[in-house]
């Protein structure tokens, strides 16, 4: 595990090289959007909960894209994820629905079998 780790961080370092000032400012976009957002009062939430699906999309797709194929980082691909927005803001809210009813599939026969 700890050689798998050492590994990872290698092949990431050797893969940012060149791009860590454009990695942390794209991060740094990324970060105050998601929090800038989250924090207007009263709809905060509500608009959060649109816009942060497509920009973790968006976020998780560029850093992939420079570690697997090597693709130079663009800001740009941040808001790639609201190209297809509703397949992928559907995606999400499929994720946490399915989270929610298998985290009760795990409490539910505990509370069960406490009774029993």
Request: aromatic share 12%; hydrophobic share 50%.
């Amino acid at each position: 595990m700890l050689k798998l780790n050492s590994e990872l961080r290698a092949a990431s370092r050797t893969t940012l090289s060149g791009n860590w000032t454009i990695a942390a400012l794209v991060t740094l976009l990324y970060l105050l959007i998601a929090g800038g957002v989250s924090s207007i009062p009263k709809v905060g939430t509500v608009v959060s909960l649109i816009i942060t699906y497509p920009l973790v999309y968006g976020f998780a797709i560029l850093f992939l894209d420079l570690f697997r194929e090597g693709k130079p980082l663009e800001i740009g691909k941040l808001f790639d994820g609201f190209k297809d927005f509703g397949r992928i803001w559907g995606t999400g809210i499929l994720v946490a629905i399915y989270t929610v009813l298998w985290t009760c599939l795990l409490i539910v026969p505990g509370i069960i079998k406490s009774y029993s």
